[in-house]
């Protein structure tokens, strides 16, 4: 935050205005940390105070008692009046005494205050007879009445402060609090305008005269000579041109701050609030919300206009016009070494390109009004006769946006007075609605205006696409659109049921905050687990470096198991509760093969485990309406779970999959996982699939990324079940292997060979098939269920998927392409140690070993999977055990294909693969952000 510059003002005296409102002195206790405030800004060196309050806060505020007592005597309910009345003072008495009792106060302080409260009362109860008598609820009586809460709290303050003051020796550093009735003060020209303009030649004279009698004052006292004096003054209090009191409107007490400000000279004005500065958003709809270091005058009054708790516009008009100008800080009084806000000439959004938007704000209860016809196009005046047929009702237009055919004009107005401006539309365009020039006045209820308010946006391309690209990705629909040339504020009209989504979607895509994704796993397998730890470790590094949460919302332990975990409450925050490991484990029996039982209840406040039908109703406990983005991952590889594919992706919900049967199912799964991804054109949900073939490595993606690039593909092959790849290595080794070169190569970069789960194993003798599918089942490279791997229905499933991406799969079904393929053996028998021993040795003394291929051929239109002998130094052959390895021949990679190879199995790595793609996919939804490099002695990875 930039240095403020000091100069000397009113009386050759360095001021600084605090003011300080209704929360802020609601008690005694606040009324002391007040104080503490004061004494502690005061202690600087040549700083005079100027301490500017409102009356006491809390429920019910004082003011709005005060208003309570004048309605109620305009209706002749004296029981009404006495009550405020009383509880006013009671609230007053209270006050007094806790701070009497703590010795802050003296009991003759508390006595005299209390004899000017009751004296006060008992005028504004005169005043009030006369109210009931005529049944006169006048504003000027309002004004006078409502006034008195600062008179009563800014003396409470003031002789506070001045009991307070420490021991002195006389010196230069005492300090001196002197009582300041703002009405000898600020003088308003009520006639000027609304809310009445400030006389500043008058009020600077007064200002000089007050001075010199609380200066002369404080001689006359007990204050020693030099000490300084600080003046505790009313807020919204003033007096008009004719000496009359009158009240400074809405907000008026940090009006008051403001005038003093301009009036002295002040270095700075503080506006002492509830919150800590100008906030980002709405804490309460945005989660994420944070105090903005620095907004520019013009972009306060834009937050202010559309509703940000920030400070009226008119109360920054003195600071601007003063010269030289004033900055205006709102802090927190009870956060007081928070920095707050600073409001002045310049923003952080001119020096930060990434966050051109400073805040968003919002309005919610408006209405739209669209008036729409022919015979608008080209003819003069209309707009001045609509415009003027509202100012004429009373209806004030909030939005304006209208095409430049001029074939509509679309304005927005509150909710409440939208009929009466309809029908005040209506008669004034009676004629042309009747000749159909007209064709009618459309009226949309329950809308809010979203704003996006930023000086920075004028220096940065591309602020309206993200702005609308991040609402449409929220699948949320705008309703009208308006932007000033200033492009200081871009605003649109959303349904008020989507607008905190929308709040959301647009704080995320500016950078302001991280976007939340809810997250529900299904499948608490060895993968399962193994992303639920992941994303546990990542959470945090992923906001950093992504600006992406993934917060686990909930965990189903399969498909077909009804039990489920899940997330009860959810309030956003930086450190919003996810479901990890630990949790699930607090829930759950001892695993069994495996799985994990959901049972018992859980110790967390915001984690339930509970039953449900199926998988369908899994959607109601993870989407939330004021979230953008919803994600599934899918860890099963169960037909029973991809059945529910299509209508999660239907309910707008991203699908990351490790299950590729739903992409090998029925000709009507297909078919519906396809509708589905393309039911909302661009803003489908996606259905990210990478997993599915070659687990984790990048054989979709590269496919993809092949055909986008304009390559055509004539066939993919390879060895894509791990199981198969470790099974036919072990009974099928060559004669050689490339580790020892390897591991000198890579200098320690290269582990070495897997670890056997059998001591006396060797990677280099061949074993028999029945041990090769136990170790491959010990070393977790297997499916679920051992058959699939076993019948080749795995590998079928995945050359399925590719065929999908090549378009070939609309005329084949799993079971005929699974009939046709080679397969070993489905039973751990001598006899098939025996049959598929037989083969191996054939195969080695033609110099060849076996392998499990499985090709898709474009030309041919053919899937494939056979047992064949490979020669020992082809790819295929020397291939590392439980390594999948594909080739593409492509039009453009000859004459030899593009190879792809690696461990495509473990729970760790396809947990990997599955947050790759989740990551993948978010990019493209809020952009990327660069993470920072870190490195160790062995390795680079980000932060």
């Known amino acids: 935050m930039a240095e403020v510059t000091r100069w000397k003002g009113f009386a050759n005296r360095e001021w600084q205005v605090h003011k300080f409102g209704g929360t802020s002195v609601a008690n005694a206790e606040c009324f ?63 006050c007094l005494k806790e701070l009497c009792q703590s010795d802050k106060l003296q009991e003759q302080d508390e006595n005299e205050l209390l004899d000017i409260i009751r004296s006060n009362l008992n005028d504004i109860r005169d005043i009030l007879k006369t109210v009931s008598l005529m049944k006169w609820n006048a504003s000027r009586i309002k004004e006078l009445v409502s006034g008195y809460g600062e008179l009563w709290s800014s003396q409470i303050l003031a002789r506070l402060l001045q009991r307070r003051r420490p021991p002195t020796d006389g010196d230069a550093g005492d300090h001196t609090y002197n009582y300041m009735d703002a009405r000898r003060i600020i003088t308003i020209d009520e006639e000027a305008i609304q809310d009445g303009a400030v006389v500043w030649s008058t009020s600077e ?7 010199k009698e609380e200066t002369e004052k404080a001689l006359a006292s007990s204050s020693p000579e030099g000490s300084k004096i600080h003046l505790v003054c009313t807020g919204y209090v003033a007096s008009n041109t004719h000496g009359v009191a009158t009240t400074l409107q ?42 903005v270091p620095e907004v520019s005058y013009n972009e306060a009054m834009e937050l202010a206009y559309f509703g940000a708790k920030v400070i009226h516009p008119k109360t920054m008009q003195p600071a601007i016009s003063c010269n030289p100008q004033i900055p205006i800080y709102i802090k ?8 707050g806000t600073r409001i002045f000439t310049t923003s952080t959004t001119h020096t930060e390109p990434e966050k051109c938007v400073c805040a968003f704000s919002s309005i919610d209860n408006m209405a739209l009004i669209n008036v729409e016809g022919s015979g608008l196009i080209g003819v003069h005046g209309v707009a001045k006769r ?61 809308c809010s205006i979203i704003a996006a308010v930023g000086d920075g946006m004028h220096f940065v ?32 009209v959303v349904r008020q049921s989507e607008s905190t989504r929308a709040l959301r979607a647009l704080h995320a895509a500016f950078r302001l905050s991280h976007t ?34 993934l917060q686990v919302c909930v965990v189903a332990k399969d498909a077909t198991d009804t039990d489920i975990l899940f997330l009860k409450s959810d309030d956003g925050k930086e450190d919003g509760e996810s479901i990890t490991m630990s949790t699930v484990k607090s829930l759950a029996a001892p695993p069994v093969e495996s799985s994990i039982q959901f049972e018992g209840n859980s110790s967390s406040k915001t984690i339930e485990s509970s039953k449900i039908k199926d998988l369908k109703t899994l959607m109601d406990l993870l989407v939330r309406g004021d979230h953008a983005y919803h994600m599934i991952f899918d860890c099963t590889n169960d037909a029973s779970a991809s059945e529910f594919h299509p209508s999660w992706l239907n309910a707008g919900i991203h699908i990351v999959t490790a299950n590729n049967t739903g992409l090998s ?64 290595f072990r009974i099928s080794p060559p004669k050689s292997s490339n580790n020892e070169f390897d591991q000198e190569l890579a200098k320690g970069a290269f582990q070495g060979d897997i670890e056997l789960p059998t001591e006396k194993a060797s990677l280099c003798k061949p074993c028999t098939f029945s041990q090769a599918v136990q170790e491959a089942t010990a070393l977790g490279l297997t499916e679920t269920n051992l058959q699939h791997d076993l019948s080749n229905e795995y590998t079928v499933r995945a050359l399925m998927v590719l065929a999908k991406e090549l378009g070939l799969d609309s005329k084949l079904s799993l079971s005929e392409i699974q009939s046709k393929s080679d397969v070993l053996s489905t039973e751990l028998t001598e006899a098939a140690d025996a049959r598929l021993a037989k083969r191996v040795e054939e195969a080695r003394q033609r110099g060849c070993v076996l392998r499990h291929v499985g090709s898709v051929d474009v030309s041919r239109q053919t899937i494939d999977l056979k047992l064949i002998e490979i020669p020992e130094n082809h790819t295929f052959a020397t291939a590392p055990p439980g390594c999948a390895v594909v080739r593409f021949f492509t039009s453009r990679y000859q004459p030899y294909p593009l190879v792809i190879t690696g461990p495509a199995a473990g729970a760790d790595c396809t947990s990997s693969a599955l947050l790759a793609e989740a990551l993948g996919l978010m990019n493209t939804k809020i952009g990327p952000k660069d993470g920072k490099l870190a490195r160790t002695e062995s390795s680079a990875y980000m932060v």
Request: glycine fraction near 8%.
């Open 386 to 446: 609509l415009f003027g047929t509202l100012e004429h009702v009373g209806v004030n237009v909030v939005l304006i946006s209208q095409a430049s055919s001029e074939h509509s004009i679309t304005f927005s107005t509150i909710q409440d007075d939208a009929e009466k401006a309809k029908e005040a539309i209506a008669e004034e365009f009676a004629k042309e609605l009747a000749q159909e020039q007209i064709n009618n006045i459309d009226v949309t209820s329950d």
């Open 665 to 728: 199912g029925s000709f009507e799964l297909r078919d519906a996982i396809a509708e589905a991804e393309q039911r909302f054109g661009k803003r489908s949900a996606q259905y990210l699939r990478e997993v599915t073939v070659g687990g984790g490595l990048p054989i979709v993606g590269t496919l993809r990324q092949l055909l986008n690039s304009g390559d055509k593909i004539r066939r993919v092959d390879g060895i894509f079940s791990v199981a198969m790849s470790y099974i036919l």
């Open 205 to 211: 004279d007064k200002l000089a005269t007050a001075y």
């Open 516 to 549: 939340t994704v809810r997250l529900a796993i299904v499948g608490m397998n060895d993968v399962g687990q193994s992303l639920l730890r992941l994303l546990e470790v990542q959470r945090p590094v992923l906001r950093k470096t992504f600006q992406v949460d």
């Open 32 to 94: 002391q940390q007040v104080a503490s405030i004061v004494e502690d800004k005061a202690s600087a060196t040549d700083l005079h105070i100027c301490v500017v309050v409102s009356a006491m806060g809390g429920k019910p505020k004082v003011t709005d008692l005060l208003l309570n007592s004048v309605e109620a005597a305009s209706q002749r309910d004296d029981a009404g009046v006495e009550e405020a009345l009383s509880f006013i003072l009671n609230k007053h008495q209270a």
């Open 250 to 291: 809405r907000d008026g007490s940090d009006y008051s701050a403001a005038i003093m400000g301009r009036l002295l000279h002040a270095t700075e004005i503080n506006i002492w609030t509830d919150v800590s500065g100008v906030l980002s958003a709405d804490p309460r709809r945005v989660p994420h919300a944070y105090p």
């Open 461 to 492: 391309s591309g602020v309206s696409g993200r702005f609308f690209g991040a609402l449409g990705d929220a699948q949320i629909n705008i309703l009208a659109i308006s932007q000033g040339c200033s492009e200081r504020n871009i605003s649109a």
């Open 332 to 339: 927190n009084t009870f956060e007081a070494k928070n920095p």
